[in-house]
């Protein structure tokens, strides 16, 4: 059964470091979104992303934050400049549809431990 | 912002008892999801209920919606150790993408 998969599965990096996290969603998926969830709390979204642009961000995807699909098969959250509070799992998902109305699946996750 | 709320009550009960989570929500919503996390891992995604249907079996699972209460439950019948997770409900606010999830609500199944 397809899956989405994402690398690196734990990641840890000084405080102001770049991190890129990458993500490989289900191959006929056409939305991607990322989420992230701090240990203990809510799983938050961050972005939402369709046919190369982002169509929804929330208050948390600031300027710290971009999304690119490189190629026809990767989806990346870059952190340019990491702060403690960024420490937390960062899910990548995707869908077929719009998330509105269809399924949104997700991978495994990559923990981000910012020192 | 809109967000599914569970009940925050653990839930813990012997193998073979039946599990019951509600959650509840504020605005009009598209659909509500229903996931389960094990410790520390991904998310599952288990059954997506539509905001014109009122209940949805998937094997052991059984969801309900009230958009007139604006809440839903989950139902696993005749639980198993391997239920042992965490379960959230995610709504689809009506006119979003986003998935907006609940606190999540931790089972313990006693084999």
């Known amino acids: 059964e397809p899956e989405v998969t994402q690398t690196p599965s734990h990641q840890v990096t000084q405080m102001g470091q770049e991190v890129i996290l990458r993500c490989v969603p289900i191959s006929n998926h056409l939305y991607f979104y990322w989420y992230r969830q701090i240990l203990g709390q809510k799983v938050e979204f961050l972005v939402s992303?369709?046919?190369?642009?982002?169509s929804e961000k929330s208050e948390i995807f600031d300027d710290q934050f971009s999304v690119e699909r490189p190629d026809g098969s990767n989806f990346t959250l870059k952190i340019r400049s990491t702060k403690l509070e960024d420490s937390a799992m960062y899910f990548c998902?995707?869908?077929w549809g719009q998330g509105g109305q269809e399924t949104q699946y997700f991978g495994p996750g990559t923990r981000l431990l910012v020192l | 912002s809109q967000q599914g709320e569970e009940d925050p009550q653990a839930l813990s009960i012997q193998e073979g008892e039946n599990a019951t989570m509600n959650c509840s929500y504020k605005?009009?919503?598209?659909?509500l999801q229903w996931y389960r996390q094990n410790s520390g891992r991904g998310l599952v995604h288990l059954i997506l209920i539509r905001s014109n249907e009122r209940e949805k079996h998937s094997g052991r699972l059984r969801v309900t919606l009230d958009t007139s209460k604006k809440s839903s439950s989950l139902l696993i019948t005749a639980s198993r150790a391997a239920d042992t997770a965490s379960y959230f409900c995610?709504?689809?606010?009506?006119?979003?993408?986003?998935?907006?999830f609940g606190k999540g609500n931790q089972v313990v199944v006693i084999p």
């Open positions: 605005t009009s919503i598209n659909n």
């Open positions: 995610a709504t689809v606010p009506y006119g979003n993408n986003r998935l907006a």
């Open positions: 992303f369709y046919n190369n642009e982002i």
């Open positions: 998902a995707s869908s």
